[in-house]
C-alpha cells in the first residue's frame, strides 16, 4: 500500500469511525468565547438547597453545580426584592443609579445593560421566563417572557408579536420555551447568552403537577425563631405584616379550601386558570388534610405550626419542580454536547424567609434574605467542589459576565468581576464590607433601611416607614452582631461593649455611600 494512499485515504477513514456519535451542533468554542447560561429564579432561600445544607429539602440538580463547580457561600443582593434585583445583575448599578428601586419602578430599557454589550461583541443573548420590569426587554435577540409575576398555571407570555398563552407547568414551560431555543431556534453560529428565569418559588407557591403530594407523609423541621417576639429589637421589626401567624391569606397563600366553598366567587377564582384536569388533580391534593384542619379548629402555636407545615411543604414544592428543570437543562447540555464549553450559573434574585423571626417573604438586611445562592460551573476554569467565602454579590455578575465573554468592563459598573475568584485566586483586597438600601413602602409594611455589612457587624438605620397610609420619617437603629448571635434577635446598638464598633461601622457606612454615589438621606446621620 502506497503511503499517499494511507495518508489521505485510510488515516481519515478510521479518525472518522473513531469518533463519538456526535449531535450537528457547534459545541466547540466560537471565538474561544464561551456560552453563558443563567439560570434565575424567584425567592429561592439558600436554606433549601442541600448543597448549602438544607434540612429541609434536597436538591440534586441545583447541588449538581456545586459539585462539579464552585458553591458562593456569602452572594448579597444589595436591595432584597425582586425587581430592583434583576435591574442590579443588568446594569451592575446599585438601584439609586439604575433608577429602579422598588416593584412599582419602570426600568429604564435605555441604559447600559450587560446582555446589550455582550450582544454588540457578537454574542447571541435571549431572556425566557420572569422579567419583572414592566417595560421591554433590550438588548436580547429573542424574548418571550411572563407579565408582571406571571401564572403557575397555564401562563401567558410576551414577546415582540404580541400575548400567547401556553397550558402546562410555569417552570416546565420557562424550560420548554429555554430548551426549544437551544435546539432550534438560535445560530449556532455565534455563543450564546440565555437568561432562563422562573416564576417559582414565588408567592403564592402553587406546586406543580408532579409535587401535589411530595413531602406529604414528612414533617419539615421549624427554624429556631419561628416564635420570635422581636422582644429588645426596634419597634418597626414588629410592625411589618409578613408574619406566617397573621399575615397570610387562607385560601390564597394556604390553599384552605373546603368541598363546601371550592364553588363560592372566591374558590372559582382560585381555580380559575386551571383546567377541569389540573384542577381536580390540585383539589384532590389538599381537600382532606383542609377539611381535617377546618374541623380541628386550631389556636394559638398549634395553629402556626400547621400553617408552617403548610406554607413551607408548597414552597419547597415548588423548589422540587425547579431542581427537575435544573436537571432538564444539564441533561440536554450533556447529550448536546455543548456542556463543555457552556458556563451554567443558578442563583435567585435574592433570599426568603422560611418561617425564621415568624416571617415569610425578604426585603430586610438580616441573613436569610440579605443572602442568596450562587453556584457556577464552568468547565476547565472552574475546580469542581470549590466553595468560595468570600462577600460576593449581585452587582458583580454583569462584569462577571462580560469578562468570562471577553468583553471590556465599563468604569461605571460598580461591581468586581468574579471571574479570578471562579480561577480559583486568592484576592487580598477583595471587599471586606457591603453597602445595603431597601427602599420599597407598602406591602409588608417593611420600613426603608440601609446599613453597612462586615464579616461579623450589621448597622442599620431604618429611616422611612408607613403609618396609616402615609409615609412618616423614623430615625431607629440597630447593631447586629451575626457571629456572636446567629439568630440575629438581638440589638446591640446602645451597649457600651460595641461602642467603638458602633464608631468604625458608621464611618465605613459612610465611606460607602459616598464610594457608591448615594444621594444624601437625612441630615440626622450620623445617629447621635
Ligand atoms: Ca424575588
Not at 162 to 168: L, Q
Not at 342 to 371: A, C, M, N, P
Not at 481 to 509: I, R, W
Amino acid at each position: 500500500m502506497r503511503l499517499s494512499y494511507i495518508i489521505f485515504c485510510v488515516l481519515p477513514l478510521v479518525t472518522i469511525l473513531r469518533m463519538p456519535a456526535q449531535p450537528l451542533i457547534a459545541n466547540e468554542p466560537i471565538d474561544g468565547k464561551p456560552n453563558i447560561l443563567f439560570i434565575y429564579s424567584d425567592d429561592h432561600a439558600y436554606q433549601a438547597i442541600s448543597a448549602y445544607g438544607s434540612n429541609r429539602n434536597k436538591t440534586p440538580n441545583i447541588d449538581r453545580l456545586a459539585n462539579e463547580g464552585m458553591l458562593f457561600q456569602r452572594c448579597l443582593v444589595t436591595n432584597s426584592i425582586c425587581g430592583p434585583c434583576r435591574a442590579v445583575i443588568l446594569t451592575g448599578k446599585y438601584s439609586h443609579l439604575n433608577g429602579f428601586k422598588n416593584n412599582g419602578n419602570r426600568f429604564d430599557g435605555s441604559q447600559q445593560t450587560f446582555p446589550k454589550l455582550l450582544r454588540k461583541s457578537g454574542y447571541q443573548t435571549a431572556m425566557i421566563g420572569k422579567w419583572h420590569l414592566k417595560t421591554d426587554p433590550t438588548g436580547f435577540d429573542y424574548w418571550k417572557v411572563l407579565p408582571g409575576q406571571g401564572s403557575y398555571y397555564n401562563p401567558d407570555f410576551r414577546t415582540p408579536k404580541g400575548r400567547e398563552r401556553i397550558t402546562g407547568y410555569c417552570t416546565d414551560v420557562v424550560t420548554d420555551i429555554g430548551l426549544e431555543w437551544l435546539k432550534n431556534k438560535r445560530d449556532t453560529k455565534k455563543p450564546f447568552m440565555l437568561m432562563l428565569q422562573h416564576k417559582a418559588p414565588h408567592r403564592a407557591w402553587n406546586a406543580g403537577p408532579k409535587h401535589l403530594n411530595t413531602f406529604d407523609d414528612v414533617t419539615i423541621p421549624e427554624p429556631e425563631t419561628l416564635f420570635d417576639d422581636y422582644d429588645g429589637r426596634q419597634p418597626v421589626i414588629a410592625e411589618q405584616e409578613m408574619t406566617i401567624a397573621r399575615h397570610m391569606r387562607p385560601l390564597f397563600d394556604l390553599k384552605i379550601f373546603t368541598a363546601k366553598t371550592k364553588d363560592t366567587n372566591q374558590g372559582q377564582r382560585f381555580f380559575r386558570r386551571m383546567t377541569p384536569e389540573q384542577r381536580k388533580a390540585y383539589y384532590d391534593a389538599y381537600i382532606d388534610e383542609n377539611e381535617a384542619f377546618v374541623k380541628a379548629k386550631l389556636t394559638g402555636k398549634e395553629k402556626v405550626k400547621w400553617e408552617y407545615q403548610r406554607y413551607i411543604k408548597d414552597y419547597l414544592r415548588c423548589i422540587q419542580s425547579v431542581d427537575d428543570n435544573v436537571g432538564r437543562v444539564l441533561k440536554y447540555l450533556d447529550e448536546s454536547g455543548l456542556a463543555k464549553n457552556t458556563i451554567v450559573i443558578y442563583s435567585s434574585d435574592q433570599g426568603f424567609y422560611l418561617g425564621e423571626h415568624g416571617w415569610y417573604d425578604k426585603r430586610w438586611i438580616f441573613e436569610e434574605s440579605l443572602k442568596t445562592p450562587l453556584l457556577v460551573r464552568w468547565p476547565g476554569v472552574t475546580k469542581a467542589k470549590s466553595s468560595n467565602k468570600n462577600v460576593v454579590s449581585n452587582l458583580d455578575l454583569a462584569q462577571t459576565f462580560l469578562e468570562m465573554a471577553g468583553v471590556d468592563q465599563p468604569d461605571d459598573m460598580q461591581g468586581h468581576s468574579l471571574v479570578p475568584l471562579l480561577k480559583g485566586k486568592k484576592i487580598d483586597d477583595w471587599r471586606k464590607t457591603f453597602y445595603y438600601h431597601y427602599y420599597e413602602l407598602g406591602v409588608h409594611n417593611v420600613p426603608s433601611h440601609f446599613g453597612v455589612v462586615t464579616e461579623q457587624h450589621k448597622l442599620v438605620r431604618y429611616y422611612r416607614t408607613r403609618k396609616n397610609r402615609k409615609s412618616v420619617d423614623i430615625n431607629q437603629w440597630e447593631l447586629l452582631d451575626y457571629k456572636k448571635n446567629p439568630t440575629e434577635t438581638k440589638n446591640f446598638f446602645d451597649d457600651p461593649n460595641y461602642a467603638n464598633v458602633k464608631l468604625e461601622l458608621q464611618a465605613e457606612l459612610r465611606r460607602l455611600q459616598k464610594h457608591y454615589k448615594v444621594p444624601e438621606i437625612s441630615s440626622e446621620f450620623p445617629a447621635k
